[in-house]
């Protein structure tokens, strides 16, 4: 648990360094979440798409001039999915959710559209989960992290794919993908990897 404090003091320290920038932003919106999961190379196809959530800060530093930029910052988000079973003929949604704190380091190519300020964005995330749960119905269970076969690692390390467009007013909207790169369990012959689609409403200030 000390290790995991010294993780999130670390991303906090870092957004906060990010902060005294000028090109400083904020962001939310809808995470579209599921999972890769597979057993000794087989894939289960029954899992689905888990709608989920994102808010964060972000900030941008010059590389060369403000054409291109290193954007960084700091994100709390859900992902995660789930899947449906029956039990006495009834339809059970069973969910499995991950909170993390992920901080992106993307490089940001800026361009000027007709007048539009267009963007993309690619490079890595890393996120450490400080939250988890099973849930089925009106039933919840904590996920357990660590390194044991019935645990699920916290790190989560991913590639991020993105663009968007900001408005004269300031306000716009983006789109990203979110490939996870990390297997989030121990168990031999088990993989486990997230992949997040999301969709921002963002402001510049």
Do not use: C, W
Not at 82 to 94: A, R, T
Request: aromatic share 10%; net charge neutral.
């Amino acid at each position: 648990m000390k290790k995991i404090k010294i993780a999130i003091a670390a991303l906090l320290l870092i957004a906060m360094n990010s902060f005294a920038e000028t090109n400083v932003g904020i962001k939310a919106g809808m995470n579209f979440s599921n999972v890769n999961e597979k057993f000794d190379g087989t894939k289960n196809d029954e899992n689905k798409m888990l709608l989920g959530y994102h808010a964060g800060l972000y900030a941008d530093f010059d590389l060369i001039g403000e054409s291109i930029q290193l954007e960084t910052g700091l994100t709390l988000e859900n992902k995660g999915s789930k899947y449906e079973e029956k039990f006495l003929g009834k339809k059970i949604d069973v969910k499995t959710s991950l909170t993390y704190l992920t901080i992106p380091v993307n490089a940001r190519l800026n361009l000027d559209v007709a007048g539009l300020k267009v963007y993309g964005l690619a490079g890595p995330t890393i996120g450490v989960a400080i939250s988890g749960k099973y849930k089925s119905d009106d039933e919840s269970e904590d996920i357990d992290f660590g390194s044991k076969d019935s645990e699920m690692k916290r790190l989560n390390i991913g590639l991020l794919v993105g663009a968007g467009i900001t408005l004269e007013n300031n306000f716009g909207f983006r789109v990203g993908y979110d490939v996870g790169l990390s297997n989030l369990s121990n168990a031999d012959k088990y993989k486990y990897k997230t992949g997040t689609l999301s969709l921002s409403l963002t402001y510049d200030f």
